[in-house]
C-alpha cells in the first residue's frame, strides 16, 4: 500500500473515517472527499502523512471533476477509488415523495456514477486502478420500506459491473462490498427502528475494504458479503 494515491469518497462517514485512519499508518497518500468542509478539516488534522482534503458535492459532476483534477495536480495519479457516501430513506413505498426518490438517485446511484467514472477514465490512461464501490446488503436483496433506497443501490451494482466489463483489460478492478447494517451515522435520520447494537461495527467494514486493497494483484476480490448473524441474507 506504501504511496498508493487513495481517494476515499464520504471519509467523514462512518466506514469511510475508520478506512481512513486504518489507511494513514500505511504510507498511503491520501485524498478525502466529503461535503463538510469542517469536519474533512478535523478528520485530516488527526491523521499522519500528507492528507488532501477536497470538500465535495458528489451529486454535482463539476465537483467531481474537480476532484479528480485536484488528486492528480497534487499526486500525479490516482490508484484506488473508495465509494463511502451515501444517504438513507426508508418508509413505505406510498409515501415515497418524488424529492425522496430524486435524492436517493442523486447521492447513491448519480454520485457513485460520477466518481466512478471519472476516477477510471484517469486510471485508465495508466492502465492499472482499483475500484471498490460500498453498496450495501439492500443492493443485492430487497426489503420492506426500501423501495427507493434498494432502486438506487441496485442501479450501482449495474453501472459497476458493466464498467468492470469494460474496463478489465485495462487492469482496473472492481469490488462490491455488500454490507448488513452498520453502526453509523446513516442511521441517524432514518425513521425504521433498528438496534443498532446488532449491527456490524464500521471497523469490520474498514477491515473488509482493506482486506480487498491488500490483495495480491493477480486477486480480485470482485464481492464481499457480511452481515450480522441476526439479520443474514444468502
Not at 473515517?17 to 478535523?42: E, I
Not at 488532501?52 to 490508484?79: C, S, W, Y
Amino acid at each position: 500500500m506504501q504511496d498508493k494515491v487513495v481517494v476515499i469518497v464520504g471519509a467523514t462517514g462512518g466506514i469511510g473515517s475508520a478506512l481512513t485512519r486504518k489507511l494513514a499508518p500505511t504510507g498511503v497518500k491520501l485524498v478525502l472527499a466529503a461535503r463538510d468542509a469542517v469536519r474533512l478539516t478535523t478528520l485530516a488534522a488527526d491523521l499522519p502523512g500528507k492528507v488532501l482534503t477536497v470538500p465535495t458535492d458528489i451529486t454535482d459532476p463539476q465537483q467531481v471533476n474537480t476532484l479528480i483534477e485536484k488528486t492528480v495536480a497534487e499526486f500525479g495519479q490516482i490508484d484506488i477509488l473508495v465509494n463511502a457516501a451515501g444517504a438513507g430513506i426508508l418508509k413505505p413505498y406510498n409515501s415515497l415523495e418524488p424529492a425522496d426518490l430524486d435524492k436517493m438517485l442523486d447521492i447513491n446511484l448519480k454520485g457513485s456514477f460520477y466518481t466512478t467514472q471519472a476516477a477510471a477514465q484517469e486510471m485508465q490512461k495508466r492502465k492499472s486502478g482499483h475500484i471498490c464501490n460500498v453498496v450495501g446488503i439492500l443492493g443485492k436483496h430487497s426489503m420492506g420500506m426500501a423501495a427507493a433506497y434498494s432502486a438506487s443501490k441496485f442501479g450501482v451494482v449495474g453501472f459497476s459491473k458493466c464498467m468492470a466489463e469494460e474496463l478489465k483489460r485495462f487492469g482496473i478492478k472492481f469490488t462490491l462490498f455488500y454490507f448488513g447494517g452498520v453502526d453509523s451515522p446513516f442511521w441517524d435520520n432514518v425513521s425504521l427502528k433498528v438496534d443498532r447494537k446488532k449491527m456490524l461495527s464500521a471497523e469490520t467494514a474498514a477491515n473488509a475494504i482493506f482486506f480487498a486493497l491488500s490483495a495480491e494483484p493477480q486477486a480480485v476480490p470482485m464481492e464481499i458479503n457480511i452481515q450480522p448473524d441476526s439479520h443474514l441474507f444468502f
